[in-house]
């Protein structure tokens, strides 16, 4: 690799988002290389040596690490303004990552009861076989947050907004906490990306992605990602994954690096959508409530202004109006079978909008009384709204809302 051209300081992040990476090969692309190979050919045995031993850079084996791995790496840690990043093969494989580098037997975990499902079954059950705690506590109660720390507590896991409700968490105030037990605040950026959100600017010490959602954006590949100072990603988690293997491939990688190219404007353009939505639902005769971060009635609106550089992201979710839970999942239904444009997937952060239902899709393994505590209800519809154009999504619930109860 060549290194004839390098940046200028200062550069805004739109910039560093297009042009962040490894040096260009000698063969000077525009477009960064895709270096699809396992391994890297070494010079001589004692070169080999010296980079197995890592007392010199250089690549060696793509689960170790690989430049189109590192360029994916490089631009999303200038993206969230963290020294470092490490990728992983899913957000699942990133957070997998996060407790296997940090925790031990004997290790107390507080995390928050509306993170991603598989989150929190990873923490509550997975890591308790191996002998960690865990305590889950209310997403918004911060004193909440602070009564369940203990002395062995290492590790607070935050996600904001959640999914579906857009429950948004005061980062500052959670890593203050964490602080002062001598813990690590982690918070999953997935809903926001760090084109609205950079956790790491108001104290948390580890940024959780999942890169399958707004970093690729196109809902093409599975990606992960931790981001942080060195002294974790590199002394830490670097050697988990070169001993547990939850390495992103380099073409998936190379997928989401040339995503993060349009992040920017992509989350502006979608969050502008959602608002409208958003509105225009609120407004809606059949619709009982609206959740999204960017509206006034959201209870944490003004924070979540303040946290997500004045944008509510482009998740939203709304109940229908029905009486009981029979009639109010026959109205859901109804509605997101109605669409003929809206994708019916839970997956979220692509250009196309997408619609699910939350109480039997992620959330369909919990009880009802549990969906019910959590806010949950079979009238709920999620909504991640993509680049469509909002007048034709607006159409596309019309469908179903004005004919409800026909
Ligand atoms: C999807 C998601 C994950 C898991 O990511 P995968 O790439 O599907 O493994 C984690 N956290 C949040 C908030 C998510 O939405």
Not at 54 to 68: K, L, M, Q, W
Not at 157 to 173: G, M, Q, R, Y
């Amino acid at each position: 690799m060549t290194d004839d051209h390098t940046l200028p300081p200062g550069l805004h992040r739109e910039t560093l988002a297009v042009r962040e990476a490894m040096p260009r090969s000698v063969y000077g692309e525009n477009s960064e290389a895709l270096y699809l190979t396992s391994s890297f050919v070494q010079p001589d045995a004692e070169t080999s040596a010296r980079r197995f031993a890592g007392t010199e850079d250089g690549f060696t084996y793509t689960r170790t690490s690989n430049p189109t791995v590192a360029s994916f790496e490089r631009r999303l840690a200038v993206l969230e303004g963290t020294e470092a990043a490490i990728a992983a093969s899913s957000g699942m494989g990133a957070i997998l990552m996060l407790c296997m580098g940090l925790l031990k037997a004997g290790d107390h975990v507080v995390c928050s009861r509306s993170t991603f499902g598989a989150t929190m079954s990873l923490i509550g059950k997975e890591f308790a076989k191996f002998g960690v705690e865990s305590t889950f506590v209310s997403q918004t109660d911060v004193d909440a947050w602070r009564a369940a720390v203990r002395p062995n507590t290492r590790l607070l896991f935050a996600e904001t907004p959640t999914n579906p409700l857009t429950e948004v968490c005061d980062i500052a105030a959670l890593a203050d906490i964490a602080h002062a037990a001598g813990a690590l605040l982690a918070v999953d950026n997935c809903f926001c990306s760090p084109a609205l959100q950079r956790p790491a600017e108001y104290g948390a010490d580890l940024v959780i992605h999942s890169g399958t959602k707004y970093l690729d954006g196109q809902g093409r590949v599975l990606a992960g990602a931790i981001c942080g100072p060195r002294k974790y990603i590199v002394d830490v988690f670097a050697a988990t994954v070169r001993t547990a293997g939850m390495a992103l491939s380099p073409f998936n990688a190379w997928v989401v690096l040339k995503g993060l190219e349009t992040l920017s404007i992509r989350m502006q353009a979608q969050c502008a959508n959602a608002l409208q939505l958003a509105r225009w639902l609120e407004a809606h005769p059949a619709i009982a409530r609206v959740y999204y971060p960017g509206l006034e009635s959201h209870p944490q609106h003004a924070l979540a202004m303040r946290q997500q550089g004045g944008m509510g992201s482009a998740v939203l979710s709304f109940d229908v109006k029905a009486d009981g839970v029979d009639a109010l999942r026959r109205a859901a239904f109804h509605v997101i079978d109605s669409t003929r444009v809206c994708s019916i997937t839970a997956n979220l952060g692509d250009t196309k909008t997408t619609i699910t239902h939350p109480a039997t899709t992620s959330h369909g393994r919990l009880t009802e009384v549990q969906r019910q505590a959590a806010g949950i209800g079979q009238g709920l519809i999620r909504v991640a709204v993509g680049l469509d154009h909002i007048d034709d999504i607006k159409a596309d619930l019309l469908r179903g809302l004005d004919t409800l109860s026909a």
